[in-house]
């Protein structure tokens, strides 16, 4: 963890929606190969952020910087081309296609698209393309997924198709994922698995994490730094057990165990 530098920085950033200020004036950095938490109560603007730094909603205001270069403004496929991956927001799984088949249609568009395409139908591999199947066969061995490999996504548990999904991310060799509320419906066992990756990922591929989660006890496990978001401007950040002792934080969102309008209180 020593020499962390920021890999994403929000400065200022400002959204509304017609007469809803949904973000006024976020700002964090995060730093490389950490993960970090984005948390607070419901409505805060988290999800709002995170598609303005993923590129699905132009920000009113404010930049985006990640690893050096100015993405205010990119498209989402500009933002993913420069190997910033968002998952988590909308189940993206193709539940007809099989797990293994998941794999070859890339996060980052048409290209994966074209080339599984390409492949099912011809029914024979090129070099890379053998390559490619390999490297989907070794990613889905890593997270314990090789055994539903010729499942179809749909008969996947939720828990699992979160799997899917950040493997599905992992194809694309991301320096950087976001993940909006990952665990959120998902069994404990699978949060911890998810978790386990997570912290994988950090490690052995130096992959940084900027996670939107409510689960607290998740937050405190799996994440390094915390930024505190309420209506639309960033309020705190530290590790959890500093912000456990900012007594504005813990009055206002950190009681009971969950953020916001959270099921436990
Ligand atoms: N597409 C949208 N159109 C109108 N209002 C929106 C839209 N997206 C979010 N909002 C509003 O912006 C505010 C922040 O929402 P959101 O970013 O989803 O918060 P969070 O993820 O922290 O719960 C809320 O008041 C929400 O109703
Ligand atoms: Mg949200």
Redesign the pocket.
Known sequence: MEQMKPILSVAQLEKS??G?Q??RGAEFEVLEGSITALI??????????VNLIAGALRPDAGQVHFRGVDITGYKPHQVAGHGLIRTFQISREYPAMTVLENLMVSPLGQTGEHLFSALFRRGHYKSEEREFVEKAIAILDEFGLYGMRNEYARNLSGGQKRLLELARAVMADPKMLIL?EPMAGINPALISRIGEHMLRLKEDNGYTFLM?EHNLDVVERVCDHVVV?AV?RTLAQGTMSELRQDAEVVSAYLTGGSVGAGTKG
């Open positions: 929606f017609g809803v949904a973000v607070g109560p419901n409505g805060a603007g988290k999800s709002t952020v909006d939107v978001l639309g």
